[in-house]
T-cell receptor, first 111, second 116 residues
Framework: QKEVEQNSGPLSVPEGAIASLNCTYS??????FFWYRQYSGKSPELIMS??SNGDKEDGRFTAQLNKASQYVSLLIRDSQPSDSATYLC???????????WGAGTKLIIKP | EAGVVQSPRYKIIEKKQPVAFWCNPI?????LYWYLQNLGQGPELLIR????????DSQLPKDRFSAERLKGVDSTLKIQPAELGDSAVYLC??????????????FGPGTRLTVL
């Protein structure tokens, strides 16, 4: 069974520090990887997508993909209290539009 | 560009009653998804439409759930009769799956259903 695993947290990070969120997946043919942010009571919001090994940067966010080790990470630099949310990892296999979702990691940024 | 629109935002019903949710995807998005999300969990796919065709409905409880997307644009998800365990957030998402693009999914605000 295809799975996506995330530590449920909560992960507590001081304001201004780097928050590191990790996600592992079981399906080796997975090709597309997505990070969504979900505030309490709101719907998931896409913040990053990555398809190739290596790093992808967008502002304070960096997604890191390692297909050999089957993990994808999200780094948030200069963490702000507004980054406090649940971060969901989603993975899609080759030729398949269905996303396999992790349960999310709750991130708390402490002022 | 307008995002995915859903209504209602909240619905409270008694068990055994019917309920319907409506979704209008982002303009030009041919793929529409209905998800269910319980607290502390990731979204679970109920059904996926490519234009007006339901191409993945294996997770839809067909004894009580039904969905339609008659003209390939907006969609309705119905539950009849509702059960206590159906209380959840129902999310609609859309993506543009033409060509070899990223096929990123964008979500509407969701409908929070409470069954009493």
């Amino acid at each position: 069974q295809k799975e996506v695993e995330q530590n449920s947290g909560p992960l507590s990070v001081p304001e201004g520090a780097i928050a590191s969120l990790n996600c592992t997946y079981s399906d080796r043919v997975s090709q597309s990887f997505f990070w969504y942010r979900q505030y309490s009571g709101k719907s998931p919001e896409l913040i990053m997508s990555i398809y190739s090994n290596g790093d992808k940067e967008d502002g304070r966010f960096t997604a890191q993909l390692n297909k050999a080790s089957q993990y994808v990470s999200l780094l948030i630099r200069d963490s702000q209290p507004s980054d406090s949310a649940t971060y969901l990892c989603a993975v899609r296999g080759r030729g398949n539009y269905q996303l396999i979702w992790g349960a999310g990691t709750k991130l708390i940024i402490k002022p | 560009e307008a995002g995915v629109v859903q209504s209602p935002r909240y619905k409270i019903i008694e068990k055994k009653q019917p309920v319907a949710f409506w979704c209008n995807p982002i303009s030009g998005h041919n793929t529409l998804y209905w998800y269910l999300q319980n607290l502390g969990q990731g979204p679970e796919l109920l059904i996926r439409y490519e234009n007006e065709e339901a191409v993945d409905d294996s997770q839809l409880p067909k004894d009580r759930f039904s969905a339609e997307r008659l003209k390939g644009v907006d969609s309705t998800l119905k539950i009849q009769p509702a059960e206590l365990g159906d209380s959840a957030v129902y999310l609609c998402a859309s993506s543009s799956n033409r060509g070899s693009g990223p096929n990123e999914q964008f979500f509407g605000p969701g409908t929070r259903l409470t069954v009493l």
